[in-house]
Antibody, heavy 117, light 110 residues
Framework: QVQLQESGPGLVKPSGTLSLTCAVS?????????WTWVRQPPGKGLQWIGE???????NYNPSLKSRVTISVDKSKNQFSLKLSSVTAADTAVYYC??????????WGQGTLVAVSS | EILLTQSPGTLSLSPGERATLSCRAS???????LAWYQQKAGQAPRLLIY???TRATGIPDRFSGSRSGTDFTLTISRLEPEDFAVYYC???????????FGGGTKVEIK
């Protein structure tokens, strides 16, 4: 059973870059999943950010595409999210997840990132 | 972009009652690409149903999913105390590839 754990700074300054890592355990990142990021602003619904496959292929939410980079590090069995030019609207709980059969089967516990000076 | 509209926004029911949650797509969605999640306060979402009607691993059979045209339904046959939560539907679009979520339905204790 794959397990996911997000890590990264809990506070980012406006105009800065949000950087998070998702550590994968219980399975190899070379498993046939798309590795995914989803976020949830406080008190609001879920928003898909994007996904990466083990060969480096990516798909991004069109509304975030210009600011997002998702990458995979097979040597460390982890994948990462970078979101640039952040504003207060990017304050959210960020989840990493696995995508297979067009749905998100495994989720990390989530990490809250606040954007504030 | 396909939009998903969930109704009602809030459902007030008692334990033991039947819950019927709706998710309407703005255009035709292949059943393969429709999923349902449960989210409890302070927790990550949990996959309940994928492919519109297939229960995910470990999900009790009181949860079921169905489809009628562009309307998808999640039914909880008899509510258990642990079922009171927020439920989201999700669809996967192929062109371009992206996931979108409905706004959620909160099932609360009456």
């Amino acid at each position: 059973q794959v397990q996911l754990q997000e890590s990264g700074p809990g506070l980012v300054k406006p105009s800065g870059t949000l950087s998070l890592t998702c550590a994968v355990s219980g399975d190899s990142i070379s498993t046939n999943y798309w590795w995914t990021w989803v976020r949830q602003p406080p008190g609001k619904g879920l928003q898909w950010i994007g996904e990466v496959y083990l060969d480096g292929s990516t798909n991004y939410n069109p509304s975030l595409k210009s600011r997002v980079t998702i990458s995979v590090d097979k040597s460390k069995n982890q994948f990462s999210l970078k979101l640039s030019s952040v504003t207060a609207a990017d304050t959210a709980v960020y989840y990493c997840a696995t995508s297979t059969y067009y749905s998100l089967h495994h989720w990390g516990q989530g990490t809250l990132v606040a954007v504030s000076s | 972009e396909i939009l998903l509209t969930q109704s009602p926004g809030t459902l007030s029911l008692s334990p033991g009652e039947r819950a019927t949650l709706s998710c309407r797509a703005s255009q035709s969605v292949d059943s393969t690409y429709l999923a349902w999640y449960q989210q409890k306060a302070g927790q990550a979402p949990r996959l309940l149903i994928y492919g519109a009607s297939t229960r995910a691993t470990g999900i009790p059979d009181r949860f079921s999913g169905s489809r009628s045209g562009t309307d998808f339904t999640l039914t909880i046959s008899r509510l258990e105390p642990e079922d009171f939560a927020v439920y989201y539907c999700q669809q996967y679009g192929r062109s371009p590839p992206e996931f979108t979520f409905g706004g959620g339905t909160k099932v609360e204790i009456k």
